[in-house]
């Protein structure tokens, strides 16, 4: 079994940046790829980005200037920097990652508790 742990969330004023991290433990032989989702409101939960092994970013194309994915591999974590936030990124944000528990296994995905992200003055 994976756990996700998720961290970073919290109040900011618009302008703002956060960073979130979404922590990987557990039975743990290799990831896939890593993403992140948010959903806001009364709203479907929506893609924001995702960061495949060994391949390039990708990031919504609204959030493109603002929003950076990256990972830690020696940490098992991987990052979502926001910047310039605003009030329509409030939300509650998801990771999302893929996980080969041992060598020769199917990748399994796994969801994060959910942070929540609230940019308001």
């Known amino acids: 079994q994976v756990q996700l742990e998720e961290s970073g969330g919290g109040l900011v004023q618009p302008g703002g940046s956060l960073r979130l991290a979404c922590a990987a433990s557990g039975t743990i032989f290799s990831f896939g790829t890593m993403r992140w989702y948010r959903q806001a409101l009364g709203k479907q939960r929506e893609f924001v980005a995702s960061?495949?092994?060994?391949?390039?970013?990708i990031i919504y194309d609204s959030l493109k200037d603002r929003f950076t994915i990256s990972r830690d591999n020696a940490k098992n974590t991987v990052y979502l920097q926001m910047n310039s936030l605003k009030p329509e990124d409030t939300a509650i944000y998801y990771c999302?990652?893929?996980?080969?528990?041992?060598?020769?296994?199917?990748?399994?995905?796994?969801w994060g508790q959910g942070t929540q992200v609230t940019v308001s003055s």
């Open positions: 960061l495949p092994a060994g391949g390039s970013p």
């Open positions: 999302n990652v893929g996980v080969q528990e041992r060598a020769g296994d199917w990748f399994r995905e796994y």
